[in-house]
């Protein structure tokens, strides 16, 4: 895993163990965000390796409301772009505004 918001040759290395696998293929999260009455933001990546936008708006149309869906014009790793990073943070800022500040 590249350190900071930039490609290089440097790389820290990031371990888990085998039991952190296991407990995360005990869950599914697209069902338990089924029951989640709670607010949601969700942000897909328009070029996602590991996820597809589809996919991502399929659970989306499960889940129930109050719930925020963004697209951001990325891969996974999106803090490799700064204007996606200052999207998402300003996304985050209304979304906290609107649910979580009272």
Do not use: W
């Not at 951001?72 to 204007?83: E, G, Q, S």
């Amino acid at each position: 895993m590249p350190p900071g918001t930039k490609r290089t040759k440097n790389k820290k290395k990031f371990t888990a163990s085998l039991n952190y696998f296991k407990d995360g293929s005990k869950y599914n999260d697209a069902e338990v965000l089924k029951t989640c009455m709670k607010p949601k933001i969700i942000f897909y990546a328009t070029k996602d390796e590991f996820t597809t936008p589809k996919q991502v708006r399929e659970i989306y149309k499960t889940i129930p409301e109050p719930k925020e869906l963004h697209k951001i014009n990325c891969t996974h790793d999106y803090r490799l772009y700064p204007d996606v990073i200052k999207q998402v943070n300003e996304k985050v800022g209304l979304f906290i505004d609107k649910y979580l500040s009272a």
